[in-house]
């Protein structure tokens, strides 16, 4: 068990296997020293854990939860390519999308769900750059989507 999975134990996490791809792409990419995920959405065993919009069906607190699962998902992606999360020597960038009611501006606070995970797992490698992105829908109404880019070791 690599140091992140053994993290992640400490944390009352566990690396979920890859989520199946809703549609023609695959989980993750790697180009040279990057690797690249797909949207990552917060599937459980194989399902959405929730739907809807953050601000009316999904409270902003149950919402930073799901960017959570989101970001455990991307792990998962990032491990499928390149094998051993022990590799990833910087998260670069995280994009967090948010399908929010018209009046919610708290995407920021939503996606730190997300941000704060890969902190608390990867410690200094786990600060990146990011952007959170309100959105009218997201695919099969999940209410965030978040995809990570990572630097990794040879």
């Given at each position: 068990?690599?140091?992140?999975?053994?993290?992640?134990a400490?944390?009352?996490?566990?690396?979920?296997?890859v989520?199946?791809?809703?549609?023609?792409?695959?989980?993750?990419?790697?180009?040279?020293?990057?690797?690249?995920?797909?949207g990552?959405?917060?599937?459980?065993?194989g399902?959405?854990?929730?739907?809807g919009?953050?601000?009316?069906?999904?409270?902003?607190e149950?919402?930073?939860?799901?960017?959570?699962?989101?970001?455990?998902?991307?792990?998962?992606?990032?491990?499928?390519?390149?094998?051993?999360?022990?590799?990833?020597?910087?998260?670069?960038?995280?994009?967090?999308?948010?399908?929010?009611?018209?009046?919610?501006?708290?995407?920021?606070?939503?996606?730190?769900?997300?941000?704060?995970?890969?902190?608390?797992?990867?410690?200094?490698?786990?600060v990146?750059?990011?952007?959170?992105?309100?959105?009218?829908?997201l695919p099969?109404d999940?209410?965030?989507?978040?995809?990570?880019?990572v630097?990794?070791?040879?």
């Open positions: 068990m690599s140091k992140v999975e053994e993290r992640l400490e944390l009352g996490l566990t690396l979920p296997e989520a199946a791809p809703v549609a023609a792409y695959v989980p993750a990419v790697r180009s040279g020293e990057h690797v690249f995920t797909s990552q959405l917060p599937m459980v065993a399902k959405l854990k929730d739907t919009k953050v601000g009316a069906e999904v409270t902003p149950q919402a930073k939860a799901l960017a959570q699962i989101c970001a455990l998902n991307a792990l998962a992606a990032v491990k499928s390519v390149i094998g051993d999360l022990d590799k990833i020597e910087q998260v670069v960038k995280v994009v967090g999308f948010v399908a929010s009611a018209p009046d919610f501006t708290g995407q920021p606070g939503v996606v730190n769900g997300a941000s704060e995970l890969l902190g608390e797992v990867l410690g200094a490698a786990g990146h750059a990011r952007s959170a992105v309100g959105v009218a829908v099969l999940a209410p965030v989507e978040v995809e990570i880019q630097r990794v070791s040879a």
